[in-house]
């Protein structure tokens, strides 16, 4: 089955510091993408990242990057010197070439960014 | 930038009204989606249609239809809503492409049904 777990419904982090946002995925599709999408209170989904089943290089942009360990289907992201307007939702997706144009989102991880 | 609208933030409705929902985008996207999320599920794919008047279930579409006239509009509706139905929609529209196919997604609206 295809799923995308994110395993920290809540997160903290002190301003200016790094923070990791867990994901793994499960498909057996051996070509798919994933997503990073920020959730602000507002509600709009702001796309982040995205990294491709057959890209070598973990994907960045930005204090984003995306930690990509094919092997143990994860993938993690990483927000590099935290801001206060980083708090927000943020989702992992995945998007399989079967079954058309579906991408699967996971539950979500509230980050909170302390001054 | 990609701008993708959706016709109301806020909406209440009572339990058996017909209820629509309108989603307008302005990049001449072949794919068009709509969303629920509700806490703790993320967010579920009701519809999608990758061409006008083509439409694709997703994986919750009980209770829901939708309509694609125009490229740039994607419209849901609930023929009779119901308490369950309270939730935040949301709207996405895509490039049909063999690329990363990444979903821009509209405000979203906050459907309550009394």
């Known amino acids: 089955a295809q799923k995308i777990t994110q395993t920290q419904p809540g997160m903290f982090v002190q301003e200016k510091e790094a923070v990791t946002l867990d994901c793994t995925y499960d498909?057996?599709?051996?070509?798919?993408?994933l997503f990073w999408y920020k959730q602000p209170s507002s509600g709009e989904m702001i796309f982040l990242i995205y990294?491709?089943?057959?890209?070598?290089q973990n994907a960045t942009e930005g204090r984003y990057s995306l930690n990509f360990q094919k092997a143990r289907k994860s993938a993690n992201l990483v927000i590099s010197a935290s801001q206060l307007g980083d708090s927000a939702m943020y989702f992992c997706a995945m998007r399989v070439n079967t079954g058309g144009f579906k991408t699967i989102f996971g539950a979500g991880t509230r980050l909170f960014v302390k001054a | 930038d990609v701008k993708v609208t959706q016709s109301s933030r806020y909406l209440v409705k009572r339990t058996g009204e017909k209820v629509f929902l309108e989603c307008v985008q302005d990049?001449?996207?072949?794919?068009m989606f709509w969303y629920r999320q509700d806490p703790g599920l993320g967010l579920r794919l009701i519809y999608f249609?990758?061409?006008?008047?083509?439409?694709e279930k997703g994986d919750i579409p009980e209770g829901y239809s939708v309509s694609r006239e125009k490229k740039e509009r994607f419209s849901l509706i609930l023929e009779s809503a119901s308490t369950n139905q309270t939730s935040m929609y949301l709207c996405?529209?895509?490039?049909?492409?063999?690329?990363?196919?990444?979903?821009?997604f509209g405000p979203g609206t906050r459907l309550t049904v009394l």
């Open positions: 990294q491709g089943s057959y890209d070598q």
């Open positions: 996405a529209s895509s490039f049909q492409s063999g690329g990363p196919d990444t979903q821009y």
């Open positions: 498909t057996s599709d051996p070509s798919y993408g």
């Open positions: 249609s990758y061409d006008v008047k083509m439409k």
């Open positions: 990049m001449d996207h072949e794919n």
